[in-house]
């Protein structure tokens, strides 16, 4: 465990961890919007419509790989938050409060593009349902954690605070899951992993669940890069590189 | 099929186009932003180095002005 | 790990079951506030309070649907497959409205036991297939 310990420590120094975040940047976003334009593509041009819903089911090709978002980073970023609260490895801490923004925009996303659904097919933008009242909670929870990083002046007492908030707000993840069979809601019940979605109406859909992944991996590690300069902005490695480093 | 029939979306083409519209502006938002923040951040450093220098140039001119005697690590 | 990192670890896990008893405590208060919802066999068994809103649920009847040709007024009949009603409702209907689909109707009874909706939601299913799909799976559910 020490051992372990002592290489996460080196390998995972500030200074490693933004050269290495520099060099996978491009290996996850040419793919990642490569993917994106394809799935785009596929879902709008080349998918039929559907049987009940028309044209207007292909909000679903965006809506749900940003709904599978919202909460797969609130989990990445639990398990950074974890990591930060137990060993205070700074990396970790910057990472968890990387997370936060970017999540915020996928729960808007999922927020915006299911009340555009809504109102054509339900005949509402909004319903205080189980389901879109948790996945609102859910974007307000990532605004608390955001809120909470800028509020306290020392940034890693900052950053472990916000860690906790991470954990705590960890409950409403199952609720959202689970909302739709706890609840009767207005909300549809799972369609991917029941197999309940023909396989040319799948296939951009999956496209795009993965573009998002990678999408988040490439914005993930731009901004964890972009704290350590702003945290570590008065530590040699980065004054050699902002001298290095000219504007292109 | 025609463009027309395509941006029309069977009659849902608002809906369509506004949920494709953000998603694009929320994703480029996300990707571009860090890179404009990263040249901010970074030309807040060198105005700090070149502050420092000045500063110290002010303090000991018959001294080892410029050099880089002090180190940012102890502040 | 070491005895300050393990309190921490117990600090933590002691803060999460909290929220979580607040979080669960909050939820079944909402569970409560669920049950102003009736199928039609509550309301066929007069459970559903007269001039009070609720909701109600079920699915549109086929051949029920009786639109009016100079208002919005449309009625039809909702079914849990036990009981139905009759829901009325002047407005425009969701995309989804349909002779099957699974409606939610917000709104009041009035003392003459009829439905007055001031809003009718479509619920639609979990499946997503092409229309030519569709047909052919109908066709072969005609077929004996």
């Known amino acids: 465990m020490n051992r372990l310990m002592r290489w996460i420590h080196i390998k995972g120094s500030p200074e490693n961890y933004y050269r290495l975040a520099g060099r996978l940047i491009p290996w996850f976003a040419i793919p990642g919007l490569l993917l994106l334009v394809t799935g785009i593509v596929y879902g709008l041009v080349f998918a039929p419509p559907d049987y009940q819903q028309g044209d207007a089911y292909r909000i679903i090709f965006i809506h749900v790989p940003s709904a599978w978002m919202s909460l797969f980073i609130y989990l990445g970023m639990s398990v950074a938050a974890a990591i930060a609260l137990i060993w205070r490895i700074k990396v970790a801490e910057l990472t968890a409060m990387a997370c936060a923004p970017i999540g915020a925009v996928f729960t808007a996303l999922t927020l915006l593009t299911g009340s555009l659904w809504g109102k054509p097919m339900w005949g509402t933008y909004w319903e205080w349902d189980a389901r879109m009242t948790s996945e609102l909670i859910l974007l307000f929870i990532y605004l608390a954690i955001m809120g909470l990083y800028q509020a306290i002046e020392d940034r890693r007492k900052a950053a472990r605070a916000a860690s906790l908030l991470v954990l705590v707000g960890l409950v409403n993840i199952p609720i959202i899951h689970y909302s739709v069979q706890w609840w009767s809601t207005l909300h549809q019940g799972v369609t991917v992993l029941d197999r309940k979605m023909d396989p040319s109406m799948l296939w951009p859909l999956l496209i795009v669940a993965v573009a998002t992944k990678l999408i988040f991996a490439t914005n993930l590690l731009q901004r964890t890069r972009l704290l350590l300069i702003s945290t570590e902005s008065r530590k040699r490695w980065v004054r050699e590189m902002a001298k290095t480093e000219t504007p292109s | ?75 | 790990m070491t005895p300050t990192r393990k309190r921490r670890v117990y600090m933590i896990l002691i803060i999460i079951m909290g929220v979580t008893t607040a979080v669960s405590l909050m939820l079944a208060a909402m569970n409560k506030n669920m049950e102003f919802f009736y199928d039609p066999s509550q309301v066929a068994a007069g459970e559903a309070p007269v001039d009070q809103l609720i909701r109600v649920g079920g699915m549109v009847v086929e051949g029920s649907i009786v639109r009016t040709s100079n208002t919005l007024l449309t009625q039809f009949d909702v079914t849990d497959n036990a009981h139905s009603m009759t829901v009325s409702y002047t407005g425009i209907l969701p995309d989804l409205f349909r002779e099957g689909q699974g409606i939610i109707a917000k709104g009041k009874m009035n003392d003459t036991g009829q439905f007055i909706a001031a809003e009718v939601l479509a619920k639609h299913d979990e499946t997503y297939m092409p229309p030519e799909v569709a047909s052919a799976m109908k066709n072969k559910a005609a077929q004996p």
């Open chain 2, 1 to 75: 099929m025609s463009l027309s029939e395509f941006l029309n979306m069977g009659g849902y083409g608002f809906f369509v186009w506004w949920s494709y519209g953000l998603f694009a502006i929320a994703i480029l938002w996300l990707l571009l932003l860090p890179r404009i923040q990263k040249r901010f951040r970074l030309k807040e450093v060198r105005q700090q180095i070149a502050l420092e220098q000045l500063r110290e140039q002010r303090a000991g001119k018959s001294s080892i002005s410029g050099s880089q005697s002090s180190s940012p690590e102890s502040d």
